[in-house]
T-cell receptor
Framework: GEDVEQSLFLSVREGDSSVINCTYT??????LYWYKQEPGAGLQLLTY?????DMKQDQRLTVLLNKKDKHLSLRIADTQTGDSAIYFC?????????FGTGTRLLVSP | DADVTQTPRNRITKTGKRIMLECSQT?????MYWYRQDPGLGLRLIYY???????NKGEISDGYSVSRQAQAKFSLSLESAIPNQTALYFC????????????FGPGTRLTVL
């Protein structure tokens, strides 16, 4: 079945880069996503990558996809305190998205 | 105005009570979803609907029911609430084109005593 795994917690200092990792199981996924959840709010799409791409860059965000290892990562450059949130990885499965457990990113000054 | 709204935002109820959570959207999307979020478990899909006549069970549908009253409205009911249904509930919509991106409401925090 479809399954998505993430580490639960990451702590970085302001100005450093953050790397959030995710593994998934469905090799037929066409899209993979990163969502951000700020306190007291719903999830918002940060970025996505099509399965035939290896990398996607969007300002401070870089997404890397290793299809062979079914590994997805999100790198946030120059991490700011406003980046503190929960980040969810998701894969597009059959008829629905499958979300990971979420990684809580804590950015300290 | 927000594209996906949920009411109520917070609810405290007692074991055995019937509860309805409502979701409305102005995005014009056909697809709507209900999820629950628990710490350390991420988001789990309860039910989803691809149009007004279509209802599908997700991975944790036991103890829940849904109604798709219109394209824009999708409600979730707990017929007899129990304490382990205490969670944060999210409604989402998507338009099945290309990326099938989902758009989430702000959530309803439900506490069952």
């Amino acid at each position: 079945g479809e399954d998505v795994e993430q580490s639960l917690f990451l702590s970085v200092r302001e100005g450093d880069s953050s790397v959030i990792n995710c593994t998934y199981t469905d090799s037929s996924s066409t899209y993979l996503y990163w969502y951000k959840q700020e306190p007291g709010a719903g999830l918002q799409l940060l970025t996505y990558i099509f399965s035939n791409m290896d990398m996607k860059q969007d300002q401070r965000l870089t997404v890397l996809l290793n299809k062979k290892d079914k590994h997805l990562s999100l790198r946030i450059a120059d991490t700011q305190t406003g980046d503190s949130a929960i980040y969810f990885c998701a894969e597009k499965g059959f008829q629905k998205l499958v979300f990971g457990t979420g990684t809580r990113l804590l950015v300290s000054p | 105005d927000a594209d996906v709204t949920q009411t109520p935002r917070n609810r405290i109820t007692k074991t055995g009570k019937r509860i309805m959570l409502e979701c409305s959207q102005t995005k014009g999307h056909d697809r709507m979803y209900w999820y629950r979020q628990d710490p350390g478990l991420g988001l789990r899909l309860i039910y989803y609907s691809f149009d007004v006549k279509d209802i599908n069970k997700g991975e944790i549908s036991d103890g829940y029911s849904v109604s798709r009253q219109a394209q824009a409205k999708f409600s979730l009911s707990l017929e007899s609430a129990i304490p382990n249904q205490t969670a944060l509930y999210f409604c989402a919509t998507s338009d099945y084109k290309d990326t099938d991106t989902q758009y989430f409401g702000p959530g309803t925090r439900l506490t069952v005593l």
